[in-house]
């Protein structure tokens, strides 16, 4: 991972996190991963950086968001994330909103929408819902478009290696 | 932790599969954890039995649900886990359930309701929301009772020790 956490601790605009989120997203692409990438910035230190590493762990729960989590709490050696930014280039899936709630997470800012499997807008609107124990405030759509032309990028040229295998 | 995957392969009834679950809730509790076991069976076998260990390992994400979940993956070599059914004792919260999603995991068999944070009756019910890409089937309060008095009981001690640490 190109990004150190010990030397990102000054203080940025949600869309400066949010290229640094774009370029964890842009190294999972390099290994063949669906490019989304999380950051988790605490007292406005840089605590996480992750990427999904979803096909290399073979592993369904290996979203960005979870890692980031994971990696937070190991780091500052507890699981409850109060204080802490969760930034993530795609809207976060009911695995990872819920997570974030786990993680009593206080804040999100997500970029691009996912009309497929978004929980925060797209499919549903899980922090809607009355009677949890933790309510983040959310922010959609920064840099939406970057974080958007990434992900469709990708997978046009999925689609194009699949059809190139067929026609050979 | 006291099962042997290798060894339980044997038909069993949901019942028989949750009180092995239950025998890890038990587990979980002498480690000071919340009571909550789960196991993931495939074709029959089972091939991930877990307990929660968010204390003990400080993680968010480490929910019995979410261990086996990835004890499943890496030990079936992906992350879809379409033949497979899910044993957990409690209610799945949101991010569970949105794991079981994402795994594409069959069929889910939990015990006991949990009114405060379960998403697929009490809180919320994330599986009657549509536009998932995958829906399990669910089935709800076997030995729920019993998965149901352990945690009440865990709950009580955890009472019991804080009111005599403040008497003391």
Redesign the interface.
């Known amino acids: 991972m190109k990004i150190n956490p010990d030397k990102e601790c000054v203080e940025r605009s949600p869309e400066a996190w949010m290229r640094l989120a774009l370029s964890l997203a842009e190294e999972a692409a390099s290994l063949g991963e669906v490019p989304i990438g999380a950051l988790l910035v605490y007292n406005g230190q840089l605590v996480a950086a992750a990427y999904n590493l979803?096909?290399t762990w073979?592993?369904?729960?290996?979203?960005a968001e979870?890692l980031a989590?994971?990696q937070a709490?190991?780091r500052l050696?507890?699981?409850?994330?109060s204080a802490s930014t969760l930034y993530v280039t795609l809207e976060p899936?009911?695995?990872?909103?819920?997570?974030i709630?786990?993680?009593?997470v206080g804040q999100v800012y997500y970029g691009a929408q996912d009309t497929?499997?978004g929980?925060l807008e797209s499919?549903?609107q899980?922090y809607q819902?009355k009677?949890?124990?933790h309510y983040p405030q959310v922010t959609g759509g920064i840099l939406a478009e970057e974080c958007g032309i990434l992900l469709k990028d990708f997978f046009a040229q999925v689609r194009s290696r699949q059809k190139t295998r067929r026609d050979v």
Chains 1, 2 share one sequence.
């Open positions: 979803r096909e073979r592993d369904p729960t290996a979203h979870m989590l994971r709490s190991l050696g507890g699981w409850r994330l899936c009911a695995m990872c909103a819920g997570a709630l786990q993680a009593r497929k499997a929980a499919v549903c899980l819902v009677g949890w124990n």
